[in-house]
């Protein structure tokens, strides 16, 4: 399965995150100084989560509250019941790597 | 005397105001949308939106709307009322969001308005909800003047800048006195009275004549910081076309009165003097602006930094939205005095202010009475003197301090508008019962779709 440059380390500050325009879209986030990734789209109310609030590894939709864990995708609250997808994720030469389906590289990734 | 629908006046020479206008809900409904929807209304100051996601909650009438900054940094107005149950989709003051989510149901909206998303969408409406045509009403013409944001719903007015015409000429001193611009000081200040808004529009486009009698215990009060400095007897009053108007007095170093420190007061004279330089001397050194009014509903105060919006609540009642406007050339120990000194006065606990809402009330008030409404109230001072020749650089008609002619130019204008029905008033008044059967949903869709499109044509 394909490795793909999600962003430089440094751009992504504490708190943000980064959306690899994969189909369907990935979210990086940076969380206490690690990086994960989860799949971008809610599972409850159909929203970019990289639009959502980041604290202590948990993402907060935007829209509804629904929380979910970054480190294993695991639905935390309502609305949400759904789990979100996790990818691999590794840090090589200063950028941000995350693992997806081939599949998923519907369209030339930069 | 009855009031002939549209016009202030109760009499031609138009010097007697029909006092119905204070306290008439008909009228009040009717000036929701011949005035405040055919208006240039302001709604911030750019410096309240420092990055994209920002937003502020005000009115534009009685509409509640919300201001954001865009991506692109342009501003985006649109209605905070949900498309389904009309609940606001934002209870905040101000912030930063990244959409607004009704608390209601949970439909979601973008902050330019655009509807998102919307709970159990497929159980609840399969493919049936068109999106596209159930966001946020958006405001059609957004555009700024100097750091203030204005928006109308009004497609025809001419653009924002001609339409304050001259009254730009005075405003500049407050918002451009020497070239740097200005930032509004952080908080907002909101509060209801009681008092018809127009009273208050009024009073600060042409009433200097007040401040003897209802600011009396506040000026004995400040009278030992004033070092003797007291306003010429002789000053202006500025009528505009347009229903704009202000007021203030010759020259004279009025800061060296307020209890200033110092550093303060160096720095305000020599403000002036660069202001002098900026703007020529005629509008800087040459007078002291004290009030005025941009119609319909923000006034300013030049020598207390402040502005701010008068909202209709309903024909008895107001509430105030009022910011201090600070030069950005000002260092911070300035700001600190010029703040202070805007919130002793003109806050919601300032002693100007609560000397102002007591008149507002009671004038309001008496409009209720039987035999009280049916007397006009006089608004004739300065009918038949000359024009002031003291001031031949001001732009527009100058007379006297203590004369009317603001007010009857803020009333012409009142009245100009209150002639001409809002085309949305014929769509309120047929209720979809009396045009559609109730049971075909898609007929009474296309309605409702009208009805929006009447409002903001």
Redesign the interface.
């Known amino acids: 399965m394909p490795w793909i440059r999600a962003c430089a380390g440094g751009e992504l500050e504490e708190g943000d995150a980064v959306v690899v325009p994969s189909q369907p879209p990935v979210a990086v986030f940076h969380s206490d100084g690690e990086f994960y990734a989860t799949a971008d789209t809610c599972t409850h109310g159909k929203f970019s989560l990289a639009d959502g609030f980041v604290e202590e590894a948990v993402v907060e939709c935007a829209l509804h509250s629904a929380k979910f864990c970054l480190r294993t995708g695991k639905a935390l609250t309502l609305p949400a019941t759904e789990p979100l997808r996790t990818f691999p994720v590794r840090v090589e030469d200063g950028a941000v790597y995350v693992e997806i389906d081939d599949a998923m590289m519907k369209e030339p990734v930069s | 005397m009855s009031l002939q629908r549209g016009r202030a006046f109760a009499d031609d020479a138009e010097t007697l105001i029909d006092r119905s206008i204070f306290s008439d809900p008909v009228l009040h409904r009717q000036e929701l949308g011949r005035v405040f929807a055919r208006s240039w209304l302001f709604l911030a100051h750019e410096s309240q939106f420092a990055k994209a996601g920002d937003f502020f909650t005000t009115y534009m009438g009685a509409d509640p709307v919300i201001v954001s900054r865009q991506r692109d940094g342009s501003y985006k107005v649109v209605l905070n009322s949900c498309r389904h149950r009309g609940m606001r989709v934002c209870r905040y003051d101000s912030g930063n969001?990244?959409?607004f989510?009704c608390p209601y149901h949970?439909w979601?909206y973008g902050t330019d308005g655009a509807l998102?998303?919307v709970?159990e969408e497929e159980a609840a409406y399969g493919d049936g909800l068109d999106h596209a045509a159930w966001g946020l009403a958006a405001v059609p013409r957004v555009e700024t003047y100097k750091g203030l944001v204005f928006g109308t719903w009004d497609t025809e007015i001419p653009p924002l800048a001609e339409y304050l015409g001259d009254f730009t000429y005075y405003l500049d001193v407050l918002l451009d006195p020497d070239g740097e611009g200005t930032t509004a000081a952080a908080g907002v200040h909101r509060w209801r009275m009681r008092g018809n808004w127009k009273l208050g529009a009024e009073q600060f486009a042409g009433d200097m004549y007040h401040a003897y009698s209802t600011h009396l215990s506040s000026m004995i009060a400040e009278a030992p910081n004033s070092k003797g400095i007291r306003p010429p007897a002789e000053g202006f009053q500025v009528g505009l076309p347009g229903g704009h108007g202000l007021g203030g007095y010759p020259g004279y170093p009025y800061w060296h009165a307020q209890g200033f420190s110092a550093e303060v007061e160096d720095w305000i004279g020599n403000m002036l003097e660069r202001a002098a330089e900026h703007l020529g001397p005629a509008r800087t050194t040459g007078a002291v602006f004290i009030h005025g009014t941009a119609f319909p509903n923000l006034s300013l105060l030049w020598n207390r930094w402040t502005l701010r919006v008068w909202h209709p609540k309903g024909p008895d009642a107001m509430e105030v939205h009022s910011w201090s406007i600070l030069p950005k050339s000002a260092p911070p120990a300035v700001r600190r005095a010029l703040l202070l000194d805007y919130q002793r006065h003109f806050s919601a606990s300032g002693t100007w202010e609560q000397d102002d809402a007591e008149q507002w009330n009671y004038s309001t008030n008496g409009s209720d009475g039987f035999v009280t409404s049916s007397l006009p109230l006089h608004y004739g001072m300065g009918i038949g003197r000359g024009p002031n020749k003291d001031f031949p650089e001001f732009p527009g008609t100058v007379d006297t301090v203590y004369s009317e002619i603001n007010q009857r130019h803020f009333y012409r204008r009142w009245s100009e508008l209150m002639a001409v029905p809002h085309p949305a008033e014929k769509a309120a008044s047929e209720t979809p019962a009396s045009r559609a059967p109730a049971s075909e949903t898609p007929a009474s869709e296309a309605l409702l779709t009208e009805s929006a499109k009447a409002v903001i044509a």
């Open positions: 969001a990244k959409a989510t949970g979601s998102l998303s709970p």
